[in-house]
């Protein structure tokens, strides 16, 4: 390793860093992120960006309904059943509400935790942020990012390649 994290473009607009994440694609290169002060329609279908957490979502409502059910049933009905009015032991809908409250509840949480987890959160320094250009990426500048982690990464070969895309300028991002 060089100690390089990565080379990073920097692109004046969002047309021109769009087609730039599109040639990296087609060149092979996978470990690819773009910065942005603006969202660039189109991005997320280049980057093959996909997400689960649609599913943690439904995973965790699904199991936070059924827990506090269950909880309900146990507590009604078998350990601290109460005969009031003639009632049955499993009242069924008097446990609607508060199921339908930890479920929402239990899906929100978790896909918020999860949501930090998967970004990485919270991270007080990126390597980005050794680079005094991209103080501008919120500002007016677009950037593509190739990670080192990329199998066909090799310094000089995504440095030209980088270049060959007219980009303002090309950066070094250290570890």
Avoid at 39 to 60: H, K, Q
Avoid at 74 to 79: F, G, L, P, R, T
């Amino acid at each position: 390793m060089n100690g390089l994290r990565g080379l990073l473009a920097e692109f004046a607009a969002g047309d021109e860093v769009l087609a730039a994440a599109r040639a990296a694609r087609l060149a092979g290169y996978v470990a690819l992120e773009v910065y942005s002060p603006c969202p660039v329609e189109g991005v997320a279908e280049v980057l093959a960006f996909r997400t689960r957490l649609p599913r943690v979502t439904f995973v965790a409502g699904l199991l936070g309904g059924a827990a506090i059910f269950l909880f309900q049933v146990w507590v009604h009905a078998i350990e601290w059943h109460l005969n009031i009015g003639g009632r049955r032991a499993l009242a069924a809908p008097a446990f609607i509400v508060p199921t339908f409250e930890i479920t929402i509840l239990s899906a929100a949480l978790l896909t918020a935790f999860a949501m930090l987890w998967r970004n990485g959160l919270p991270r007080l320094h990126h390597p980005l942020f050794a680079v005094p250009a991209f103080a501008r990426a919120s500002q007016d500048r677009f950037f593509l990012f190739i990670g080192a982690g990329d199998p066909r990464f090799h310094a000089g070969h995504v440095r030209a390649f980088l270049e060959s895309l007219a980009p303002l300028e090309v950066h070094d991002v250290p570890r």
